[in-house]
């Protein structure tokens, strides 16, 4: 598959040099093992991208650097190719790095590599911490604008963010559960994936006012820290739940649904009202058959067409005025799920989604 592409094209995708690439498609000697994985990433990536290399146009290189569950990390690629015909007039080339979690530290050197090698434009998702915001502006000193994905990093230098608005979907959270329960009071479950990453905490600070204020007797049980991996989100919810507090609803902010329920069904509890955010495979199955409510979706190719104008009007080739808004908060039901997400997943669930949490 290599020698469809030429090395020059196989080096800028992955970064490096010619010829660590020669010595990667040749076997030779004397190639780290990181730069040998690049390489063959790279390789990968323009398999799934090579409509785009015969397209003429302005080429933007732009990394990509996501801490995020897998399954909600392939949303964003698969969203990211679909809307790569649609740039014009430039021709994007995007390399991704993304894994479920990722240390400061490691950010912080993937930012610094990117910086290193050069490229075009940075689309980040990330914890708002200082060791990040200084690798943003160690980045636009050396030119390359950084547009924050999903979750913000206001006090950056980023030029932009692109994402949902988060206090407006954690404030229709807290609506949808005051009007779904029966009763005014009970215990509200809320789960966050990590409170350093700034989307994720205005959707919960948004959820308590705006709980506090409808519907003050409704009370919160946090069960937060589970990074969105089902392992490590089951026992936060078994830890902060116990045998004892009844819950009346669910607000889940990042993620690890199925876990969630599970934990709950383990220890006898059944809420009345589920509401989660992004319509993932997972949250598809358990949408269709009752396990939650409602879905809090945003637009992700509306974003990242938009994370993208703003890397083209940082180089010129956009007006302002072109680059649109973020997307809005939509609330998904069984009754209204996108056709586009049916298409992608089936009209109907290959499996129920009870059978993983039961």
């Not at 290599?2 to 010595?23: C, H, N, P, S, Y």
């Not at 995007?94 to 930012?111: C, E, G, I, S, Y």
């Not at 993620?255 to 383990?266: D, E, K, P, S, T």
């Not at 072109?322 to 499996?351: H, K, M």
Request: with cysteine; charged share 25%.
């Amino acid at each position: 598959m290599a020698r469809r592409f030429l090395m020059k094209e196989i080096a800028l995708q992955a970064g490096v040099g010619l010829a660590t690439v020669d010595r990667v498609l040749n076997g030779r000697p004397n190639v780290h093992e990181r730069s040998r994985q690049r390489v063959q990433h790279a390789i990968k990536e323009l398999e799934r991208q090579q409509f785009q290399l015969a397209v003429t146009g302005r080429k933007l290189v732009v990394d990509v650097l996501v801490e995020a569950p897998s399954r909600f990390c392939d949303e964003i690629r698969e969203a990211f190719e679909s809307e790569l015909p649609t740039l014009r007039p430039a021709v994007f080339r995007p390399r991704f790095t993304m894994q479920d979690t990722m240390t400061t530290a490691q950010v912080v050197d993937a930012l610094e590599a990117m910086g290193r090698r050069g490229t075009h434009g940075v689309l980040l998702k990330a914890r708002d911490v200082p060791e990040v915001t200084d690798a943003i502006a160690a980045l636009r000193q050396r030119g390359i604008p950084v547009v924050t994905i999903f979750t913000d990093i206001p006090r950056s230098a980023r030029i932009a963010y692109a994402g949902l608005d988060n206090r407006m979907a954690g404030a229709t959270a807290a609506f949808l559960i005051g009007q779904w329960l029966a009763q005014s009071h009970g215990n509200v479950l809320v789960a966050m994936s990590d409170d350093s990453f700034r989307g994720e905490e205005d959707r919960k600070l948004s959820f308590r006012d705006e709980l506090r204020a409808r519907y003050p007797k409704l009370a919160l049980v946090d069960a937060s820290g589970g990074h969105g991996l089902d392992a490590l989100t089951e026992e936060r919810v078994r830890k902060a739940v116990g045998r004892k507090k009844a819950i009346a609803a669910v607000y889940s902010m990042g993620g690890g649904n199925v876990a969630i329920l599970r934990a709950l069904h383990g220890m006898g509890k059944a809420p009345q009202c589920f509401i989660a955010h992004d319509l993932d495979r997972d949250n598809i199955r358990l949408l269709r058959d009752g396990s939650i409510s409602a879905v809090l979706h945003h637009d992700l190719r509306l974003d990242l067409r938009n994370a993208c104008h703003q890397i083209m009007h940082f180089h010129k080739l956009l007006p302002a005025s072109a680059i649109g808004d973020s997307s809005s908060v939509v609330v998904v039901t069984p009754a209204n799920i996108p056709q586009y997400i049916s298409r992608r997943f089936g009209s109907a669930p290959l499996e129920s989604a009870n059978d993983h949490w039961r």
